[in-house]
């Protein structure tokens, strides 16, 4: 009965969302509606505890009651609830304690225990800040609120639980995940593999076959948003190849997970944070979208260039990839493209992203009629929708509990605290006041996912990061990036254990490989806060100024891919892969005299390189020469 109950309203929750596009909603009401669908979801579908996997438990029904009838509460009182926040009555105060409570709980079971203790925290820091002055912490001491104000702020206002954050994963996020869903049941997943694997998996010796899960996972990272179910899907189809091709099973999932997680900075679904950017920064989705474009591209020919590298010393062989040439694929299916240039095109129409990327599934589901085995009517549409919404169940949780973070923040006035701390550590420097952000975002992004590290960084380290002359949109999009790539960052990082388990590789070498395949990645952010060139990256400026920004820092990849593993034409040594590595360095920091000296070392290296493997040939034809040498 509680499959039952739950599959109809995970499909409902999506008919719901897909009907706000459409419609009319009070949002306020809208957000607290869908809060509602999907933690009754979270509490049938993820289980409390190992033991209780099988069914739905007392203790799960007795959740579902509670939190029903706690977020009715504000619905069947609306018109004087919303003017209470300041003076909450009692009945306020108990159904909003016990909103927080079911949503931490319902974040625990979808993303594990440190987000609700981290959050548990934060409102454990705005009833007792005055305490702070007793143990030397004056700089992050308060006045201290009581209970009332604290749910105040949580359960009753726009900064709290049903803030920014939750109205992003209730619009934007829960469409674009129905949109991944309708996608991957259309037969357009399978489509990007195949057609990159016979696009590119037959070249390059025994690199192909990273080469084509490289370019894989940039297609596929259009319609996912998810660098884990990228990494799964990659690797569920894409291992045996590599396999094949003798790929060691560490290197393999260090390929599979390298590639995945770029699907989480992949216009035009992208991941979760941004379209919170989006929001937080009052400007459209398509200037999000757009400002990603370079970074993302230049992340997948970053880890293109690093895996071929590592391949190309390892000897790894060419392996037969199919029989259907990319034209054949193309000319069959081709039409898959569509949705990678739909919603662009609608947002430049001047269509708002909720109704570029309505229309853009009407569409998705019209083309698979294409196909009568992939056809989404009306069983398989249906899982669709049951798929996205289940999808977006730990997101909205994430959301939530990250919304009580960031309304303890603001009420605390701890976000400037924090911002004043990291400038006042760096001495007001912005190089140091950029790096120790990135530290603390890294950090931040080992306790808490992707989506939530952004949020709280938002408010807590953006602000030290303008302060020091970082624009906001390069200060936003830095985080972004580095919390994005928090997640194969040792010592937890999610998509190499993901990948570890599909190619039986050790776990922790296959994070220590995925995090040498993505450290060029971790450079490139700070081109766009360090200079004002480097904003170029992200398409704000002249065109002469993104263009000189994405050619030196293409080079500066390049650099850094040799430097970093090992290899140009052929092995480099120590003393090349260091300058190499300079080189990238100085190309990042975008300047005239930075990339002309970056230009200068890399040639240098580039003909110390030749010359030596020169010599080396020549030594293995003439035993005299080598002698003498």
Same mark, same amino acid.
């Given at each position: 009965? !509680?499959? +039952?109950?739950?599959?109809?309203? !995970?499909? +409902?929750l999506s008919l719901y969302a897909l009907y706000w596009v459409v419609a009319i909603v009070q949002p306020f009401v809208y957000r607290i509606t869908f809060l509602l669908l999907a933690l009754v979801l979270s509490f049938l579908f993820y289980p409390a505890g190992a033991r209780d996997r099988v069914r739905v438990t007392f203790v799960d029904w007795t959740l579902v009651v509670l939190t029903c009838l706690a977020l009715a509460w504000p619905i069947v009182d609306f018109e004087e609830f919303i003017y209470r926040a300041a003076d909450p009555t009692a009945i306020d105060v108990a159904t909003g304690l016990i909103v927080i409570v079911a949503v931490l709980e319902a974040t625990r079971r979808t993303t594990g225990w440190i987000l609700p203790v981290t959050a548990a925290a934060f409102l454990t820091y705005a009833f007792y800040g005055p305490l702070l002055d007793l143990v030397g912490l004056s700089m992050l001491a308060h006045r201290g609120y009581d209970p009332q104000r604290i749910v105040g702020t949580s359960f009753m206002t726009l900064e709290g639980i049903f803030g920014v954050p939750l109205d992003v994963a209730a619009t934007y996020i829960i469409l674009f995940s129905l949109y991944g869903a309708i996608l991957t049941a259309s037969g357009a997943g399978r489509f990007f593999l195949d057609w990159s694997m016979a696009a590119v998996g037959r070249s390059g010796g025994g690199a192909g076959p990273g080469r084509a899960v490289t370019i894989a996972g940039l297609l596929l990272g259009t319609i996912s948003g998810s660098g884990v179910a990228n990494t799964v899907t990659l690797g569920s189809v894409a291992w045996p190849l590599l396999r094949r091709a003798q790929y060691p099973a560490e290197m393999g999932g260090a390929v599979l997970s390298a590639a995945g997680i770029g699907a989480i900075i992949c216009p035009p679904a992208l991941g979760a944070a941004a379209f919170i950017i989006a929001e937080l920064l009052r400007i459209s989705y398509l200037q999000v979208l757009v400002m990603a474009v370079i970074p993302a591209v230049l992340y997948f020919f970053s880890i293109f260039l690093m895996i071929e590298a590592d391949t190309r010393r390892a000897a790894?062989?060419?392996?037969?990839?199919?029989?259907?040439?990319?034209?054949?694929?193309?000319?069959r299916s081709g039409y898959h493209f569509l949705a990678l240039v739909g919603i662009p095109v609608m947002l430049l129409m001047g269509m708002t992203a909720f109704r570029a990327v309505f229309y853009s599934m009407l569409i998705a589901v019209a083309l698979s009629l294409?196909?009568?085995?992939?056809?989404?009517?009306?069983r398989r549409l249906l899982q669709a929708l049951y798929t996205g919404a289940r999808n977006v169940l730990p997101i909205a949780a994430t959301t939530a509990t990250a919304g009580i973070i960031v309304g303890v923040v603001t009420l605390t006035g701890l976000g400037l605290k924090i911002a004043g701390l990291i400038v006042a550590l760096a001495g007001g420097q912005l190089f140091l006041t950029v790096l120790y952000s990135a530290v603390a975002v890294l950090m931040l992004g080992l306790a808490v996912p992707v989506t939530a590290s952004y949020i709280i960084a938002a408010v807590m380290v953006a602000p030290a990061m303008i302060q020091v002359g970082v624009p906001e949109l390069g200060a936003h999009m830095f985080i972004f990036y580095y919390a994005v790539l928090s997640e194969v960052s040792p010592p937890t990082a999610l998509s190499p254990f993901a990948a570890a388990a599909i190619t039986g590789g050790r776990p922790f070498p296959t994070m220590m490989l995925t995090w040498k395949y993505t450290l060029p990645a971790?450079?490139?952010?700070?081109a766009f806060t360090l200079s004002p060139q480097g904003m170029g990256l992200l398409m704000q400026g002249t065109a002469a100024t993104v263009a000189v920004a994405t050619g030196t820092a293409a080079i500066a990849i390049l650099a850094l891919a040799a430097g970093l593993g090992g290899w140009m034409r052929g092995a480099a040594n120590g003393i090349e892969r260091a300058l190499a590595v300079a080189a990238g360095l100085l190309l990042f920091h975008a300047g005239s005299w930075t990339d002309a000296a970056g230009l200068a070392l890399f040639a240098v290296t580039l003909v110390m390189h030749m010359v030596r493997l020169r010599s080396l040939r020549r030594a293995r034809k003439d035993p005299a020469y080598a002698r003498e040498v």
């Open positions: 009965m !509680a499959g +039952g109950i739950g599959t109809v309203l !995970a499909i +409902g790894a062989r060419p392996v037969e990839v199919g029989a259907e040439s990319v034209w054949q694929i193309t000319r294409v196909d009568r085995a992939n056809a989404l009517w009306p971790f450079v490139f952010p700070f």
